[in-house]
């Protein structure tokens, strides 16, 4: 059915995720490095992005989250942190995870390097996994006001 999650494999197959109808993959429409995928919906502008990351190992598991919202804000963007959470252990289905954070922020990014900024909601989930030094983030960006003349 149409209205009913998508499963795609992710990374070459290492992974698998279940996407929202009518997610396109980016990386048939422009390069996207090896460490992420990219996924868009083509009317909303929201994306998920999943990310394989170097550990943080000098960062504590509390401020994870928050350093790796503001490393993808940059310089370029005004932030807001609205929300941040940890995830129990048990209610994970991830193996080998020693920590995992929901962080919840808002910002104001222009796209593209335009000058029109829009406001967007970005919903953060990172899964710690130190024995493979990495971390996993999936990071799902919600435009809530898109400027004009902002390109969609």
Not at 39 to 58: C, K, N, R, W
Not at 77 to 90: G, M, N, V, W, Y
Not at 103 to 111: F, P
Request: one cysteine or more; hydrophobic letters at 35%; glycine letters at 6%.
């Amino acid at each position: 059915m149409a209205d009913e999650p998508q499963e795609s494999p992710l990374f070459g197959g290492a992974f698998s995720g279940h996407l929202p109808p009518g997610s396109l993959d980016i990386s048939e429409m422009r390069q996207v490095p090896d460490n992420q995928e990219v996924f868009v919906h083509p009317s909303t502008d929201q994306s998920i992005i999943m990310e394989l990351l170097e550990y943080q190992a000098g960062v504590p598991d509390e401020n994870a989250a928050r350093y790796h919202f503001e490393d993808i804000a940059g310089n370029s963007a005004s932030i807001e942190i609205l929300s941040q959470d940890h995830f129990a252990p048990d209610l994970l289905a991830f193996e080998g995870c020693s920590s995992a954070w929901q962080l919840t922020g808002r910002q104001q990014v222009a796209k593209f390097n335009e000058e029109a900024k829009n406001d967007v909601t970005v919903h953060l989930v990172l899964l710690r996994l130190p024995q493979y030094r990495t971390d996993l983030l999936v990071t799902f960006n919600d435009p809530t006001w898109i400027k004009q003349p902002s390109e969609h």
